[in-house]
């Protein structure tokens, strides 16, 4: 049989959970969302890059454009 659910053993629970969680710091944040946004740059750049060199191989098999 299941224990009986007790609401402020769960509060207690989390915030000792909580309390073990390490926090980043202003610094490490800013170095992260720099760092993302960087990559996402690169990987747009680079998949702009392929769909432009697709583009060229597909027009050259089907023929299209001038």
Same mark, same amino acid.
């Given at each position: =049989? ?32 720099? =760092? ?31």
């Amino acid at each position: =049989m299941a224990s009986k659910y007790n609401p402020g053993q769960f509060v207690r629970e989390v915030r000792q959970e909580v309390r073990k969680v390490t926090w980043p710091t202003r610094k490490e944040t800013t170095i992260t969302t720099g =760092m993302v946004f960087v990559f996402v740059f690169l990987a747009a750049g680079f998949f702009f890059i392929v769909d432009q060199i697709l583009s060229v191989i597909v027009q050259l098999i089907l023929g299209l454009g001038g």
